[in-house]
């Protein structure tokens, strides 16, 4: 998190840019030590202006915004290092949409368990038009989540999260198993 800056003046003074006519007048010194006060915390941003743009060094306040900035998908109320992964992990995510993969990574980074995805699709390549299609021709997507306990588990973030990154056009179905019992929750 940032804080004050305990000097704000310019660590490149500019009373020492100017001419030594300028120098030996107390007036302008102190003209342009205003200017390093008003520029002085620029300054300091502009010099580490590379890490406010890796999530992993951002700070905290900026974070959300460069997380708008490239697309992360996020409620804002994540904790801190979840939030930094899916920044850091974002533009591979916006790849892998529509993937297994992806769907996975997503469900992982919103509720912090992986889940088991059963999915009827295939692809294959066929010298002959009309060849045998691979899986079910009906498509189907179930995504099994398996924590402690059921309750725990947003629902409306996790249906959220599913339907942004299974494929266009797919019905899914999503259940959230108690790993102490079997309790069955669909969502």
Partial sequence: MRANVNDPRSPNPLADQLPAVYQEDSFGLRFASGFDVVLGPLMIVLDCLDAYFSPWLAPEDFLDWLGQWIGAELDGDEPLEIRREAIASAVTMHRRRGTAFGLATAVRLAIGVTPEIIE???????????????????????????????????????????????PAHMPYAIDVIGTGGNDVLPV
């Fill in 120 to 166: 009827s699709g295939g692809s294959a390549w066929s010298a002959r038009p009309l060849g045998p299609f691979p899986g079910n021709r009906e498509p189907d997507l179930r995504v099994i989540v398996r924590v402690p306990d059921p309750s725990t588990i947003n629902r409306v973030r996790l249906d959220a999260v599913v339907a942004a990154a299974s």
